[in-house]
């Protein structure tokens, strides 16, 4: 699985939360309005992942979507808990 990487030129780090998910999919709509929520009351912000630009993530997580992770570890898919993405973030 490829994460986006630092640009050391810009001066940024990969986003810790990846929402991977597809157009035309209301629960990924779902997902990120929940994770909209919390990147305004942690400042945590996230990146999107289109599976179906990526033969090898459409294969993995075809019928999961969306699917969320926090620092690379699966939080959860279909509904995903706010509760559990700020447990995970909090853990660093």
Do not use: N
Request: aromatic share 6%; with cysteine; glycine share 6%.
């Amino acid at each position: 699985m490829d994460l986006p990487t630092p640009d050391p030129a810009e001066g940024t780090a990969a986003p810790r939360v990846i929402l991977y998910g597809r157009a035309g999919c209301h629960l990924c709509d779902q997902a990120r309005t929940m994770l909209e929520r919390v990147r305004e009351d942690t400042g945590e912000a996230f990146a999107e992942v289109d599976i179906d630009a990526d033969a090898r993530l459409r294969e993995k997580y075809s019928e999961l979507v969306p699917v969320v992770t926090v620092d690379g570890v699966q939080q959860g898919y279909w509904r995903i808990e706010s509760a559990r993405v700020r447990a995970a973030l909090a853990q660093r």
